[in-house]
């Protein structure tokens, strides 16, 4: 069946620093591809989404993009901020319902 | 406006107890899930309704598991017979699509079998 694999964490970065959190898919037909976030004691957040091949989710400057050649959608920020500390989890639809990967969790230091 | 809402928040239930989780999606959604939660682990699919009707429960992992959703609007997930397995945070997520693209999901309910 469909499957979301992501990086492991925990990911420790300092503040403004480049993040990447890898994710790959498995799937047989066309997902679209999620990011969804989670703050400390705070419920799912939508992050970004892609429906296609090549399209680019975007969203408090973070960004994925949908590589179909290489089944990945992996997360990217240009420069982390202490507020971004939270964990990450990529997912793909799957006949309406979410498949997710296991979390990444990252914390920023200021 | 307002969000999807879960109660309790916090269950605590003795191994063999039943319990009733709510989800109080967000008005005029027509899609809602529900999703388990292990500890460290992303959420695992449970079921899915498209207005009252159950169109997937492939995900429940029993038959002691069993959800509603009547009159189309809230849900409730029951477990019967509570095992200690059982214990993870239930998710609802509702979509206003059909296709369910988008899922805004609740807080959760954090259920403890002790």
């Known amino acids: 069946g469909d499957s979301v694999t992501q990086m492991e964490g925990p990911v420790t970065l300092s503040e403004e620093a480049f993040l990447t959190i890898n994710c790959t898919y498995t799937a047989t037909g066309y997902p679209s591809l999620f990011w969804y976030v989670q703050y400390p004691g705070e419920g799912l957040q939508l992050l970004l989404k892609a429906t296609k091949a090549d399209d680019k989710g975007s969203n408090k400057g973070f960004e994925a993009t949908y590589r179909k050649e290489t089944t990945s959608f992996h997360l990217e920020k240009g420069s982390v901020q202490v507020s971004d500390s939270a964990v990450y989890f990529c997912a793909l639809s799957d006949n309406r319902k979410l498949i997710w990967g296991l979390g990444t969790s990252l914390a920023v230091n200021p | 406006g307002a969000g999807v809402s879960q109660s309790p928040r916090y269950k605590v239930a003795k191994r063999g107890q039943d319990v009733a989780l709510r989800c109080d999606p967000i008005s005029g959604h027509v899609s809602l899930f529900w999703y388990q939660q292990a500890l460290g682990q992303g959420p695992e699919f449970l079921t899915y309704?498209?207005?009252?009707?159950?169109?997937?429960k492939s995900g429940l992992p029993s038959d002691r598991f069993f959800a509603e959703r009547p009159e189309g609007s809230v849900s409730t997930l029951k477990i019967q017979r509570t095992q200690q397995e059982d214990s993870a945070v239930y998710l609802c997520?509702?979509?206003?699509?059909?296709?369910?693209?988008?899922?805004?999901f609740g807080p959760g309910t954090r259920l403890t079998v002790t």
């Open positions: 309704f498209q207005n009252e009707a159950q169109l997937d």
């Open positions: 997520a509702s979509s206003s699509r059909l296709d369910a693209y988008e899922q805004y």
